[in-house]
């Protein structure tokens, strides 16, 4: 089974908005990791975020972790047609070596 | 610096066959991890080889074989193929338990 639950499965925006998708989990993580992954290529990692932290950032990307709530945010500013693909939350339960457990993904359509 | 690479690209195999995929891991990388991923899901952990030792494993059924060679590359070895094996397989290389590094993929197609 999936751990993560990505909001919205779908979501649609004009260049230059800005795109927000969410992610929940069931249990305790140990850091929480999000992927990008085009045209159901390869995926690559964006960004990782620990238990303990509260928000990263990284260029455009913003990530928020509220461990209370078990959920998690990635905001993408000033979209561009380019960053139009599938965005995956992935999770790690325990520090040490544990397999990621990705959820099914929000499909992002900038256009221009 | 060469990153992940899987072999073949796309594969088309019939039920009840046998397939092999292949993966080279980004220089420097010991461990490889598998992932299949069926259309519009995420992707779904198979197992993870490390020092020519599977380590783990998801839930996946005995027809699910694999193998990590001396150079760290590895083979993904599917037996008895089901319709529902269909999916894009993906090979993910790290060193240790730090960063994933995923390949391209190979897309399997079971008629």
């Known amino acids: 089974s999936q751990q993560g639950e990505e909001d919205p499965q779908a979501l649609s925006i004009q260049e230059g908005e800005n795109a927000t998708m969410n992610c929940s989990y069931k249990?305790?993580?140990?850091?929480l990791q999000w992927y990008r992954q085009n045209s159901g290529r390869g995926l690559v990692h964006l960004i990782l975020i620990r238990s303990n932290e509260r928000e990263k950032h990284s260029g455009r990307l913003r990530v928020t972790l509220d461990t209370s709530k078990k959920s998690s945010s990635l905001l993408i500013t000033a979209s561009r047609a380019a960053d139009t693909a599938s965005y995956f939350c992935?999770?790690?339960?325990?520090?040490?070596?544990?397999?990621?457990?990705f959820g099914k993904g929000t499909r992002l359509s900038v256009i221009a | 610096d060469a990153g992940v690479t899987q072999s073949p690209t796309h594969l088309i195999k019939t039920r009840g066959q046998q397939v092999t995929l292949r993966c080279s891991p980004k220089s420097g990388h010991d461990t490889v991890s598998w992932y299949q991923q069926a259309l519009g899901q995420g992707p779904q952990f198979i197992f993870q080889y490390y020092e020519e030792e599977e380590r783990q494993r998801g839930n996946f059924p005995d027809r699910f074989s694999g193998h990590q060679f001396p150079n760290y590359s590895s083979e993904l070895n599917v037996n008895a193929l089901l319709l529902g094996d269909s999916a894009l397989y993906l090979c993910a290389s790290s060193l240790g338990t730090g960063m994933l590094y995923f390949g391209p993929g190979t897309r399997l197609t079971v008629t």
């Open positions: 992935a999770t790690v339960f325990f520090s040490g070596n544990t397999p990621l457990v």
């Open positions: 249990t305790s993580i140990n850091n």
